[in-house]
Structure formats: structure tokens, C-alpha cells
């Protein structure tokens, strides 16, 4: 299963088209201005293209990343995920921080890594700690810190946000199956049932 921390520049015209509100009407699912890039794992060119907009303070987004890791084993090949940023501030006034910590991870080639420790610790998310999963990772530790004082990602952390906003993303996790958004429940049963549904 191919993963890819580089900024990807490429056509995600699958992801903008219209999208499907509860009440049956339809939005336009705009662009997240790609240049800036998309955290992937798996090919761009798989039927099923999974976003989950997310927040690592959140614990529904913590769950939901071990569900979607039993996904991404089951169909291997057959699915794309791509992870967005969401930080909730509002509620979780450290979520904006550790978004900025994945990507000066992904800089270092280490993005998928820290993703998955952010969520796997997500008790344990002060500043101290979280240069200890840096050092853990094998990251250039100077660079780090320099990166995280001085705010080197919160662009990438904050296109991702208005790329939710502007497609309704008002909570976390929120998804997306080719471009469609799943209002349903995110538990493992349904999101499967939902991804059948497009590839049939």
C-alpha cells in the first residue's frame, strides 16, 4: 500500500462534484486548492477516494482512525485515504498545535508516523510529550522546535480547515466518499456499506 508525505499536485476532479445534503438538495463541492496538497495513503487513481476531516484531540476521530486502518487492510489497493485537518479550537485550544506537529513531521518525511502516534496518545498531548514522539521518530529535533515556534505549517493546517468549511464540515470526524459526504454514522459497518455502494 503506497503512502505519499510529499505535497501531492495532481487532479482530485473526482472529489468536486455536487454533493449530497440529507434533505436531497445538492452543493457544490468546491476545490481545496490542491497546490497546497493532500496526506494520502494509497493511489489517487483507486475507485473509492475516503477524506476524513479531523481533529487529533477529538476522541470520535481517534476512533474512527482504527477504523479506518481495518478499512485500508480489507481493500488494500481499491481505496485511497486522504486525512484533512480540522482543529476545533474552539473546544480543544492544543488541536491547532498538533496539527502543526504532524506537518512538521511530513516535512521530515514522517507524516503517516506522527498521525498515527497523535492519535494513538491522544491523553498525553503537551508540549513535552510531543517532542518526545519527535524524538521517537527520528526527527531532526532542532528543526522541530524551530518549525513549531516560529509556525512554519499553520498554512497548511489552516487551508485544510477552510477547505472543510467551505464543503459544511461543521463537527469531527466528518467524511467524505468521492466527493459525497457521509451523514450517516462513521462506525465500521455503515462506512463499508457506504464504499460498496460507489464501487458498485
Not at 445534503?21 to 468546491?30: K, L, V
Request: net charge negative; glycine share 6%; proline share 3%.
Amino acid at each position: 500500500m503506497a503512502t505519499d508525505d510529499t505535497v501531492i499536485k495532481t487532479d482530485f476532479s473526482r472529489l468536486i462534484k455536487p454533493v449530497r445534503e440529507c434533505d436531497g438538495s445538492s452543493a457544490a463541492f468546491p476545490s481545496v486548492s490542491y497546490e497546497y496538497g493532500d496526506r494520502i495513503i494509497g493511489s489517487i487513481h483507486a475507485p473509492v477516494i475516503l477524506v476524513k476531516y479531523g481533529d487529533y484531540y477529538c476522541p470520535h476521530c481517534g476512533e474512527a482512525c482504527s477504523i479506518v486502518k481495518q478499512i485500508q487492510q480489507q481493500l488494500d489497493s481499491q481505496l485511497c485515504f486522504v486525512f484533512r485537518h480540522f482543529p476545533l479550537t474552539q473546544i480543544h485550544e492544543r488541536a491547532q498545535k498538533a496539527a502543526e506537529v504532524a506537518e512538521i513531521a511530513a516535512a521530515q518525511g514522517k507524516f503517516w508516523q506522527m498521525h498515527y502516534c497523535l492519535f494513538e496518545h491522544q491523553q498525553a498531548l503537551d508540549d513535552g510529550s510531543l517532542v518526545e514522539y519527535a524524538v521517537e521518530l527520528g526527527l531532526d529535533i532542532s528543526c522541530f522546535l524551530r518549525n513549531l515556534s516560529e509556525h512554519i505549517f499553520a498554512w497548511k493546517v489552516q487551508a485544510d480547515f477552510r477547505s472543510g468549511v467551505e464543503s459544511g464540515v461543521t463537527g469531527t470526524p466528518t467524511f467524505f466518499i468521492n466527493g459525497v459526504r457521509l451523514h450517516d454514522s462513521w462506525q465500521m459497518d455503515t462506512l463499508l456499506t457506504a464504499i460498496e455502494q460507489v464501487r458498485n
